[in-house]
């Protein structure tokens, strides 16, 4: 399929796209055994898609079955680790063919604009399966340096059957994000995507199979977290779960693990990401720049999305010129459109959320400067911009995953970093300064899995992302995700006569 470069060409592809409607175990589409059905709705225009599977604790029964069958008969898990590289390139080069089909379904599924969905989520996932698939079979196994009279090896070895469950915002790369590693390693997968954005997942398991990934390996489980994903949270023959979503549902995870077999849990939950600008920032364009990608970009429902904005108050005035032409610019319109900058949000339950902390920030005081409209019974909210917001209030502590940049001015470095660290989270932060003894304090002192310095999301597939605090714990991305995935299997051997 040729990729499209105009409004006109995305509508009439669009319209000759066909749906998948089921979940996908051991190589073949699978339908709820309950004949319960899910309605998939583009928060676009409201049009219906299709009707999915909703799979609950029978369907995860058999999804599990397939996955430990797979596992146990090692097609997947004793095959040399070559032979699974080579798959998974092909795996990739099958996502890179589809790349316009997979862009289509992630944005009429959930909204993404169709220039991040055709240009970053697709070939982000690309990159992330190749990036793996050759880490494959460059893994060894470790000798310890034991007493002469001992010979002590260290293997990993795969964990088993893992349960990714994955989040709406990012749906195909945040599943191979989680896929990709276990795979690499010899495990197989189980996904569980979100059920507002599960149809390009579908199609990524499909192409796995196409490419010789066998059945049972990768299979994807389609239904609500309340049924499907607690299910597989529940499951004593699930061995590990990697979970990226919010802090509440995290929770729950860790408590079904408690419950069931002690299942080995990872999670990458919610995020409140301060962009810190201190008066010796030395561009405050490109910082301009960044602020209002980082706060509006995916209308905001990213996890490490810069939704505050601390500021030294010296240079306060100048930035927020800067920042409120540059949004004042964005293009917010159909996610299909190449040209549109922002779209809309996953569904109107969602937008109904971000609009009561909109409602909620006037009410507490903050000062509304831009923004704030929200057209009825549609997922399109204007990007919005709160100033003089202090720590205490609500759209400062938690997570409003929307289109929503709180500003918050300080007096100097010292309160900026105790105004970042003044929330559960701690997923990352930016700070924009040309001091290094500032770059190198703010990196030392604030509690997050990632600083960025005179930058902000910035990254690549080689290094990790994670949180501390209630943001989670467990890394994806890097060489570092691989130890969610493997075991440590020590061998004792004694060489005395």
């Known amino acids: 399929m040729n990729r499209p470069d105009s409004f006109s060409e995305w509508q009439r592809i669009s319209q000759q796209l066909s749906f998948p409607d089921s979940s996908f175990i051991h190589g073949r589409s699978h339908q ?21 599977s909703a799979c609950d604790e029978q369907d995860a029964d058999i999804a599990v079955q397939s996955s430990r069958d797979a596992f146990e008969q090692g097609v997947w898990s004793r095959i040399a680790a070559k032979q699974r590289k080579h798959i998974m390139l092909a795996w990739a080069d099958l996502v890179e063919q589809h790349t316009t089909e997979l862009a289509l379904l992630e944005t009429l599924d959930m909204g993404m604009t169709i220039s991040d969905s055709s240009q970053m ?40 059957v893992v349960a990714a469950v994955v989040p709406w915002n990012y749906p195909l790369m945040i599943a191979c994000w989680k896929a990709a590693p276990a795979l690499a390693m010899g495990n197989s997968v189980i996904i569980k ?43 004593i023959d699930v061995d590990a779960l990697a979970f990226t979503g919010s802090t509440r549902v995290g929770g729950l995870y860790m408590q079904y693990a408690g419950q069931s077999n002690l299942k080995r849990v990872s999670l990458e939950c919610g995020g409140k990401t301060p962009n810190i600008v201190l008066a010796d920032c030395a561009d405050l364009d490109k910082a301009a720049a960044a602020i209002v990608l980082g706060a509006f970009g995916n209308s905001g429902q990213i996890c490490n999305a810069g939704s ?29 459109d190449p040209a549109t900058q922002m779209a809309c949000l996953v569904d109107q339950q969602h937008s109904q959320r971000v609009v009561q902390y909109i409602q909620q920030g006037q009410q507490e005081g903050a000062a509304l400067l831009l923004g704030g409209d929200h057209q009825a019974n549609s997922c ?114 004694d060489l005395s006569d």
């Open 193 to 235: 995507p979100a059920e507002q954005s599960s149809l390009a997942t579908i199609r990524l398991a499909q192409l796995a199979y196409e490419a010789g990934i066998p059945a049972g390996v990768l299979n994807v489980l389609t239904g609500t977290g309340e049924q499907a994903g607690k299910a597989l949270g529940l499951h």
């Open 380 to 493: 399109f909210i204007q990007p919005t911009i709160f100033d003089q917001v202090n720590a205490q209030m609500s759209i400062a502590r938690e997570e409003i995953f929307g289109p929503v940049l709180s500003v918050i001015p300080v007096d100097d470095l010292d309160q900026a970093i105790e105004v970042a660290n003044a929330t559960i989270y701690g997923l990352g932060s930016a700070i924009w300064t040309q001091n290094m003894k500032h770059m190198e304090r703010a990196a030392q002192e604030i509690k997050a899995g990632v600083i960025w310095v005179n930058c902000h999301d910035h990254g690549d597939i080689s290094s990790p992302v994670g949180g501390f605090k209630q943001s989670g714990f467990g890394r994806d991305k890097s060489v570092h995700a691989l130890d969610k995935y493997v075991e440590y299997k020590t061998v004792w051997i």
């Open 121 to 160: 989520n697709i070939p982000g996932a690309v990159d992330c399966i190749r990036w793996f698939a050759e880490l494959a079979d460059k893994q060894y196994d470790e000798i310890a340096p034991t007493a002469p009279n001992a010979l002590t090896r260290i293997h990993r070895v795969p964990v088993g």
């Open 32 to 52: 709820a055994v309950s004949g319960g059905t899910l309605a998939v709705v583009s928060p676009r225009d409201g049009q219906v898609l299709t009707q999915l």
């Open 308 to 336: 505050r904005l601390i500021v030294e108050r010296s240079v306060h005035a100048e930035l927020m010129q800067k920042v409120r032409a540059l949004t004042e610019q964005l293009v917010v319109g159909d996610p299909l």
